[in-house]
Each structure stands twice: as structure tokens, then as C-alpha cells.
DNA sequence: TTGTAAGCGTTATCAT
DNA sequence: ATGATAACGCTTACAA
């Protein structure tokens, strides 16, 4: 074992152990890489050894000489609902299974997001990434394509990016909670939604639109309200829908939780009960629905974690392909929406 | 532009600017890092080059000729209360202000953690290592103490790792909830707390002995309840005390979060009013507080986080040097305290 | 100020 | 089955 000055162990290299071994790189490069013929007592040997000087192969020596880097690049928006940890979780799960690190990082803004996906491409750290819910336009689709590096997106996918996609049943999991809504018997519900052109709104605004059609309810677009997918949303929403010329919707369904809870919130110091005068519904199923008893709509972010981890690396290579997988949600019911 | 079979651009190398840029790999390369001598005009051909070409320095190939990786790994438990994703985002803001990206894993239990530590460092993937509230034995840390990557622990020290180390200031947290409780007028206070041998409940039940001494109440630790920390330890504890033979404390003070949230579901399952009948504080301030009222000690993950960044970079290299920190805490006030 | 050349630690292609 | 040896793309003394 050699000494650093500082007496601490200076890494031991491949030559260390030819050395000790008596044998040639390529031999020992072989029984590390379990590549074809040697002999069973070199192996043996060469492993005794490795283990005595406790040798790791270098990492940046290994990728240069053509191997791959074995890491998957993660862009997450910094801000955003939080839905990455989660997600990261079943990433990390996922890749480690199969011997991938994860290169995290955060973009904030547009240009920001684009500058950080170019560099973590350029300098070749990553065999693969994985993107969520970015801003990235259609100009950047077209500078993404000519990438070696293949991309996952996560959440939505995006025109003229040949990249795997993981998404989630956006339009079953709104028709879930809307045909539940009027199974309860209601039939006058309004739709809180965030911004209605995003390609999540759309779809869930369509599962709407089908679970009323099946109940045979008429469709009212005029009961679709838009904003911002926040709290602060939610409560002028809500206010707007109290104070207003129309009558009270018995029911409400907000397009996400964080609505949800303004409305929520805005029902309590007002003196309606939940669900008794107005009952309430969300999305995504964040952790405050549960404290809550918020009735909402499940989206399974370990699986998409998971999911995303495994398009990246089977897109990676000669061999790669490009996939996409739609996960389904879920309707978890709780309090606000009638049910026990 | 080099075009390989398939359309998609090969990255140009550092002899590929050479050659268009008729210059020495060596003067490239010194405008590429900002090195000594340079003519204004060479470097403006260089720099012209590359971004004509495109060029992004190959990272393997920099860090195999002695650079550094650039890299901070970072492990995590895998369980947990989540807090790591908000210090996640800290550690990313500050890793990326100074160019360095981050590694990221979980662990599952504590043979998989040392074997994770282990193998980060042996790649020579990382410059240092963050490692966040880990079950790592003294056994582990004399063998860590030998690794030439720096080590910064968050949470809390280990006996016999030199190591740079991120806590909070958990005495002065648990003395401003007491006192605040005393202000209030609560003189017999119970502490639900977990496991009361964790280095965290020692400094925390500390802070609630000094506030008890300041305000000269004196201190029982028979009110003192261990358990594990979470909800469901929190709602045995709380029906304990309301079934138990002693008298209804006026107050509980709870060493985090997940025990107040099961006393809180107790207190209103049961019909006791807070802050009315039973006034309740808790530790951590994580989101699901907020929603419910519940005054907390707030931990200032985001610092923790960018704190431990700058701790690990600053701890890089011979001029590197071991830091220890300590992040102050805070107490947020709503409603379970008895505030407005 | 710029160029030459020797590594850095592996993998992989030849021979042997 | 094993051994030379040439890449891989970059940094950095040392020369010029």
C-alpha cells in the first residue's frame, strides 16, 4: 500500500496491480471486465490482489477509453410543486439497479434550462437525460435532436423532439374524480384550473368533458375557470365563485391540489362546511391532501421515477430505443368529496 | 462540422480546434483555462473557433490529466421526513454558482450506505462527499478518515471523522419554543419526543431544561415521553397522557413534526380544542405545519444546504480546510400555540 | 508568447 | 490464454 505524505491512501492503479500480479494490463483489464479467455487461476490471482491493494478502476480513465460514463443527467425545475423529490427517489432506485449515479441538477428560467442541458450534454458526463416539465420551446427541440445523447421528458412530450416520454393519465384520472363527483349525486360542479392551454389542463379538461358525457350530464364550458395553479389562485377563485351572480356549484373540482387547498381554505373562514355545502376534489395527491382529507387524484411519482430511469437507459447505445409510457393515476378518496 | 452516420453531430475535439485554429494543443488549452501568456488575437481566434465548432471540453479526458471532477457526491437517506429535498436545492444553488455538479444517491440502510460511501470514493467520481444523517458507526468513520475525498457531514458529528460538519442549532430551537410556552402562561408542559439518544433529542431536550431554568419552572423530566418520531408514536403518546392517570398537560412540545401532526389528530378526534385545552408546538416546520396551524421550530434547510456545498468545495485540494457550522433556529408562530 | 511531448489510467486490437 | 502497444482527449512541464 503506498503512502501519500499526508498519510493517506493515494489510489492504487491498474499498473499496481499488473505489477504485483505479474501480469500484463490487458490480462487483468480482462478478469475485471469479464471479458473472454483467462485462465481461472490468473483470475483467481489478479482478484486476490485487487482486493489486497484495494484497487477501484478509475472512473475518468475508464470513460475515456471508450466506455461509457454510466450516469444519467436529471434536470429538475427549481421551482415547481416539489414533485421531484419523489420522483428522484424512484430514479435513484431504478438507476442504481442497473449500476447508473445520477447528475442532478436544477435549472431556473428558460435560458437558464437550455444553457444547463447543453453542458451537461457537451461535456459528455451523462450517457442519457432526463428532463421534467421544462420550458423548452420548439427552437430548442430542434438543437436537442441532433444530440448524441438521447432524452427522457417527463410530464409532457415536446413537438419535434425525438425523445422518450413519460407521462401520466391525465384525461382518466379527471374523469375519475368527475364521474366520483356525480356518482355523490352531484351534478352542478365547477372546474378550477390553472392555465387551460398547458397539455396537462388540456387532457384533464377533456376526461372532464367524457365523464360528464357519461353520465349524461351537459357540458358547460362556462363552469371552467382559469388562473394560476396555486393557492393564492384557488382562494380568488373560490371567493369569485362565493360572491358571484351564479349559484354556489355544489361540487368543485380544482385541476390540482395546491388549488385545492386555497379553496379549501377560503370555505373554512367562510363558514361553508366540507363537503356538506360545497364538496371539494383535487389533483395530484400531495402530501397535504392527506392532512387535509382532500379527496384527489393519485399520480405515481416513484413509478415515474422508475419509468424514467429505465426509457433513459434502454435508450442509450447503438441499441437504444426510444419509448413512451403512460402511467395511470388514481383516485384517492377522502373526506371533502362526501365519502366517509 | 463533423457529421457521423447516423446525422447527429460527434463532438469536436481539442485537436480539431487546433487544426482550424493552426495552434498548438497547448495554446488552446491555456485559453480554454485561463492560463498565463496569451495574445489578445490568439485568444480571440481560439475562442471564435470553438464556438464555431462547438467545442466542449471532454470531461473524462480533463479530469484523467489532473483536473478535478467538479463533482460533489451527495448520499441520502432513503427514508426519512423528505427534508433532503429542500437541502438538495441549497446544495444545487451553491455547487452550481461555483461550477460544480452533483452526485446524487440514496441510501437503504447502513450496509448499502457504507458500500455506496465506499464506492463513490473509490471511482474517483467525486471531490468530496455529503453525507446527511446517516447510521455510519465509529467503525466506518476510521476507515473513512483515510480517504483523500473530504467529507461533510450534515446533522451531525461523527466521533472520530475528521470531517467538516452542518448542524443546526437544536438547543436554541427547543429553549425559544419553551419559553415562547411559558410566555404563554403554560406552566406543565409535556415533551413528546423519539429516540431520546439521538444527538439531536439530547441538544433539544437541553433547550427545553435551560428555558425551564430561565423561566423558572422546575424541570421534570418525567414529562419527558420517548417513542420513535413519527405520527403514529405521536398519537400513542398523546392518548397516553389524556387516558394516563396524571393530569392533562396544558401544553405539549413536541420534538418534531410528524409526533405533533398524530397529537393534533388525537386532540381533535377526541374533542379537545387547540390551543384551548391543549396548546401544541412542534420541531422542524415542515410544509404539512403550515396547513395546520402548527407553531414550529423552523430548520433552515436551504442554508443547510448551500452551507454544506460551500463547506465540501471549500474543503477540496492541499489548501482545503475541515469547517463545522451551526445554522441558527427559529420559532414560527400560528395557531396551535395559542398565537392569533 | 507559443510549441513539443510526456503522461493520466483504462480498454481494445493485434500478435504471440 | 496472455502480452505489447496504440488510442482516448486533455493538462502541463519544459523547450524554443
Not at 109 to 114: C, F, M, P, S, W
Not at 151 to 167: H, K, N, Q
Not at 186 to 197: E, K, R, T, V
Not at 234 to 249: F, V
Request: charged share 20%; hydrophobic share 45%; aromatic share 4%.
Amino acid at each position: 500500500v503506498k503512502e501519500a505524505s499526508s498519510g493517506q491512501t493515494s489510489r492504487a492503479t491498474l499498473s499496481d496491480v499488473c505489477r504485483t500480479a505479474r501480469l500484463s494490463s490487458a490480462t487483468v483489464s480482462r478478469v475485471l471486465n469479464r471479458k473472454s479467455p483467462v485462465s481461472a487461476a490468473t483470475r483467481e490471482k489478479v482478484m486476490r490482489v485487487v482486493a489486497d491493494l484495494g484497487y477501484v478502476p478509475n472512473h475518468a480513465a475508464r470513460t475515456l477509453a471508450g466506455g461509457r460514463e454510466q450516469m444519467l443527467g436529471v434536470v429538475f425545475p427549481e421551482i415547481g410543486n416539489g414533485f421531484w423529490a419523489e420522483i428522484l427517489k424512484g430514479l435513484d432506485a431504478a438507476a442504481a439497479a442497473k449500476g447508473f449515479h445520477l447528475l442532478t441538477a436544477f435549472s431556473h428560467g428558460e435560458v437558464d434550462e437550455q444553457e444547463l442541458v447543453l453542458r451537461l450534454h457537451g461535456a459528455g458526463r451523462i450517457d442519457a437525460l432526463i428532463v421534467m416539465n421544462l420550458r423548452l420551446g420548439e427552437v430548442f427541440a430542434r438543437e436537442a435532436s441532433r444530440f448524441k445523447t438521447p432524452v427522457v421528458l417527463i410530464d409532457r412530450p415536446i413537438p419535434g423532439l425525438a425523445a422518450s416520454t413519460i407521462t401520466i393519465d391525465n384525461a382518466r384520472g379527471a374523469q375519475l374524480a368527475m364521474s366520483h363527483l356525480y356518482e355523490h349525486g352531484y351534478s352542478d360542479i365547477a372546474i378550477l384550473g390553472g392555465d387551460l392551454a398547458t397539455f396537462d389542463s388540456q387532457q384533464r379538461l377533456k376526461g372532464c368533458e367524457e365523464a360528464a358525457q357519461a353520465a349524461g350530464v351537459k357540458w358547460n364550458p362556462d363552469r371552467v375557470i382559469g388562473g394560476a395553479f396555486t393557492e393564492e389562485s384557488g382562494t380568488a377563485a373560490m371567493n369569485a365563485l362565493i360572491d358571484g351572480p351564479g349559484p354556489l356549484p355544489r361540487a368543485v373540482f380544482c385541476l390540482n391540489d395546491n388549488l385545492a387547498i386555497g379553496v379549501l381554505s377560503v370555505l373554512r373562514e367562510r363558514g361553508l362546511r366540507v363537503p356538506e355545502d360545497v364538496a371539494v376534489v383535487g389533483f395530484d395527491d400531495i402530501e397535504a391532501a392527506r392532512h387535509l382529507g382532500l379527496t384527489s387524484v393519485n399520480v405515481p411519482l416513484n413509478d415515474i421515477g422508475r419509468a424514467a430511469a429505465e426509457a433513459a437507459i434502454g435508450s442509450i447505445g447503438p441499441q437504444g430505443a426510444i419509448s413512451s409510457v403512460v402511467l395511470p393515476t388514481r383516485l384517492v378518496r377522502r373526506r371533502s368529496c362526501g365519502c366517509a
